[in-house]
Structures are given as structure tokens and as C-alpha cells.
Nanobody, 124 residues
């Protein structure tokens, strides 16, 4: 299995930027499709972005498209989420997830492994 640890969360002002990282250990990182999800208090978990095993394909939710960028470095076993033009509605706990499945699934049930999450708070 793969072990995932997120970092980089914190407090930002609206319009600002944050960069989240997810460090993977255990099984070969490049074997997994990776995704970022978020969950705000009182809301369901939401798909944010996903990236293919070799990094050549990505997928974003409409709410973050054009503002967030997902990348991966398979040599360093690291997944990142660059978040720009942050909005108060981006406030949530962000988690990275891994799947051995195919495609770029948006349903959390398709992901096998999860990190503990990191909190992002955007003030207006």
C-alpha cells in the first residue's frame, strides 16, 4: 500500500495563493492515479483535481478550473496542488488520495488510500 502525508495548508487572504504537497511512501508512486479532495464543515466531500500516473492528463472540478493546478513528481514521490486566486469558499480540509484504478475518477469511493488532510482557510 501507499502512505500519504499532506502539508502546506494554512490561512490565506482572498485572492492569495497556497501550495499543498502530498508526500507518498511505500509502494511505487507512479503506479497510482492521484487526486485531491476537499471537505468543508457541513458539506460532502468534493473532488478537486486528479492526475494520471505519468502526469500527462489532469482533471479539475468546475469550481477550481483555471485557478488550481495539480502536478506530480514521480521521481520525488510528491503530488502538489497550486491554488491561486483563492476564495473564501475554498475553505476546507484538503486530502490527497491514490487509486490503482483506471481513468481519472471523481468519486471518492474509487480511491483506495487517503492522507490525513490539511486545513485551508481563506479569509475575505
Amino acid at each position: 500500500q501507499v502512505h500519504l502525508v499532506e502539508s502546506g495548508g494554512g490561512l490565506a487572504q482572498a485572492g492569495g495563493s497556497l501550495r499543498l504537497s502530498c508526500a507518498a511512501s511505500g509502494r511505487t508512486f507512479s503506479n497510482y492515479v492521484m487526486g485531491w479532495f476537499r471537505q468543508a464543515p457541513g458539506k460532502e466531500q468534493e473532488f478537486v483535481a486528479g492526475i494520471r500516473r505519468d502526469g500527462t492528463g489532469t482533471r479539475y472540478s468546475d469550481s477550481v478550473k483555471g485557478r488550481f493546478t495539480i502536478t506530480r513528481d514521480n521521481a520525488k514521490n510528491t503530488l502538489t496542488l497550486q491554488m491561486n486566486s483563492l476564495k473564501p469558499e475554498d475553505t476546507a480540509k484538503y486530502s490527497c488520495a491514490a487509486t490503482t484504478g483506471i481513468g481519472l475518477p471523481i468519486a471518492s469511493s474509487n480511491y483506495n488510500y487517503w492522507g490525513q488532510g490539511t486545513q485551508v482557510t481563506v479569509s475575505s
